[in-house]
C-alpha cells in the first residue's frame, strides 16, 4: 500500500514537473522569437493525422522504433528459451524430479533474459531513437546544440520509459513505455534547449543595457569636467 502511495506522489511530481518545465520553455520561446527558438518542435504528434507527408513520416519513424524494440524483445525471449531449455536439461540428467527441474529452468531463463535486457536496450533501442530524432532537429534547421539535447533526452526516455514499462507489463509493456518515453525525452530534450536558449538571450540582452548606461555616464562625466575647465579658462 505504502509502494503505491510512493509511486502515485512519484508521478504527480513528475507530471507537475513537466508541466512547470512546458510553461517555462513556451515563455522563453516567445521570449526569443520564433527564429531562434527550437525548430523540430513545430512537428508535434497532431501533424500525424494530417494523411499527407506527416502522417507518412509518423508511420516510417515509429514503424522503425517499433521493428528495433521487436528485435530486442525477440533476442530476450531466445535467450530466455535457451537458458532455461539448458536448465531442464541438466536437471532431468541430475535425477531432479520434474516439478523441481521447472522451476529452476523457470529460474534460469529469467537470470538469463535479465542480463540479455539489460544488455540490449543499453546499446540498441536508445541509440537508434536518438540518432533518428538528433537528425530529424538537424532537418528541421535546429543547431547542432538543439539535436544533441533532443537525443539526449530521447535516450533517457527510451531508456527508462522501457525499464519501467517492462517492469509492470513484460514484453508489451517495453514495447509501450519505450515509444512513450521516446517521445516525452524528445520533448523534455527541446524544452531545456529552449530555456537555455532563452536564459543566454536575456544575459546578452542585459549586458549592452549595462555597457550603454556604463558609457553614458561616463561621457556626461567628461562633459561636466570639460565644461568646468572651460569656465575657469
Avoid at 507527408?53 to 516510417?60: I, N, W
Avoid at 541430475?94 to 529469467?110: F, M
Amino acid at each position: 500500500m505504502m509502494d503505491l502511495q510512493k509511486r502515485r506522489v512519484q508521478l504527480l511530481l513528475f507530471i507537475f514537473g513537466l508541466i512547470v518545465l512546458s510553461m517555462t520553455a513556451e515563455k522563453f520561446r516567445e521570449l526569443v522569437g520564433e527564429e531562434a527558438a527550437s525548430k523540430s518542435g513545430k512537428f508535434t504528434f497532431m501533424n500525424c493525422f494530417d494523411m499527407r507527408s506527416g502522417s507518412l513520416a509518423c508511420v516510417s519513424k515509429e514503424g522503425v522504433k517499433l521493428y528495433v524494440y521487436n528485435i530486442r524483445n525477440a533476442h530476450v525471449e531466445r535467450v530466455r528459451q535457451r537458458a532455461a531449455e539448458i536448465a531442464l536439461s541438466e536437471a532431468l540428467t541430475g535425477g531432479v524430479s520434474t516439478s523441481v527441474a521447472v522451476k529452476q529452468a523457470q529460474k534460469a531463463g529469467a537470470r538469463a533474459a535479465k542480463v540479455a535486457s539489460r544488455q540490449a536496450k543499453r546499446i540498441l533501442g536508445p541509440i537508434i531513437s536518438s540518432g533518428w530524432d538528433f537528425f530529424e532537429a538537424l532537418y528541421f534547421g535546429g543547431t547542432m546544440t538543439e539535436g544533441f539535447l533532443r537525443g539526449a533526452g530521447t535516450s533517457f526516455g527510451t531508456y527508462a520509459g522501457g525499464y519501467f514499462g517492462e517492469q509492470r507489463m513484460g514484453r508489451f509493456g517495453y514495447l509501450m513505455g519505450s515509444q512513450l518515453g521516446s517521445w516525452v525525452g524528445g520533448r523534455m530534450g527541446l524544452m531545456v534547449y529552449d530555456i537555455i536558449n532563452g536564459m543566454d538571450y536575456l544575459l546578452h540582452f542585459v549586458r549592452p543595457e549595462e555597457e550603454t548606461s556604463s558609457s553614458t555616464d561616463t561621457w556626461d562625466s567628461g562633459s561636466e569636467d570639460a565644461y568646468n575647465s572651460a569656465e575657469n579658462f
